[in-house]
T-cell receptor, first 115, second 112 residues
Framework: QKEVEQNSGPLSVPEGAIASLNCTYSDRVSQSFFWYRQYSGKSPELIMSIYSNGDKEDGRFTAQLNKASQYVSLLIRDSQPSDSATYLC???????????????FGKGTKLSVIP | DGGITQSPKYLFRKEGQNVTLSCEQNLNHDAMYWYRQDPGQGLRLIYY???????QKGDIAEGYSVSREKKESFPLTVTSAQKNPTAFYLC???????????FGPGTRLTVT
């Protein structure tokens, strides 16, 4: 059973601080990792993808991947009240037998940025 | 405007009725997916399709059916056999050469 674990939060940070969101996964052969942002009542929006160990930066967002530790994180620098949302971690494994690409999602971490 | 559309946004049905949720995309994506989300829960895969006229069951397919007669369309039918149909239903699509999935706006189904 593939599992993706996230701290449900809520994680509260003051405006301007760094928010750190963490995710662990159980399947060692997982290959691709994604972070989605979901505002209340809305659908998930893809904000970051990462495929190899190390850091990937995009604006105020940095994704970090450590496959040996089965750990992926998302850092949000200079957090803004508009970053307040639930952040979903998703992990992809290619099923070589079926040739499918499925995502397994964590339950999400709710982030609250306090003005 | 390219994107994924789902209709309607809100849907109300009586218990025992079948209901079909629409999902259309004009991104020319090959793969399409249906998920359901319950409060405080992650997304769970219902069905997916990688090409026209082919689809596979996901983790929670019981009580649901799909069709993929056109590349652009992947409707989901919630049947009366689905024990707890009230949920937020999300459709996603993926380009055949990529790994990222993109979501439509979702349909919130309430069955009473």
């Amino acid at each position: 059973q593939k599992e993706v674990e996230q701290n449900s939060g809520p994680l509260s940070v003051p405006e301007g601080a760094i928010a750190s969101l963490n995710c662990t996964y159980s399947d060692r052969v997982s290959q691709s990792f994604f972070w989605y942002r979901q505002y209340s009542g809305k659908s998930p929006e893809l904000i970051m993808s990462i495929y190899s160990n190390g850091d990937k930066e995009d604006g105020r967002f940095t994704a970090q991947l450590n496959k040996a530790s089965q750990y992926v994180s998302l850092l949000i620098r200079d957090s803004q009240p508009s970053d307040s949302a639930t952040y979903l971690c998703a992990v992809n494994i290619v099923d070589s037998g079926a040739g499918s690409y499925q995502l397994t999602f964590g339950k999400g971490t709710k982030l609250s940025v306090i003005p | 405007d390219g994107g994924i559309t789902q209709s309607p946004k809100y849907l109300f049905r009586k218990e025992g009725q079948n209901v079909t949720l629409s999902c259309e995309q004009n991104l020319n994506h090959d793969a399409m997916y249906w998920y359901r989300q319950d409060p405080g829960q992650g997304l769970r895969l219902i069905y997916y399709s990688q090409i026209v006229n082919d689809f596979q069951k996901g983790d929670i397919a019981e009580g649901y059916s799909v069709s993929r007669e056109k590349k652009e369309s992947f409707p989901l039918t919630v049947t009366s056999a689905q024990k707890n149909p009230t949920a937020f239903y999300l459709c996603a699509s993926r380009d055949g050469s990529g790994l990222e999935q993109y979501f439509g706006p979702g349909t919130r189904l309430t069955v009473t």
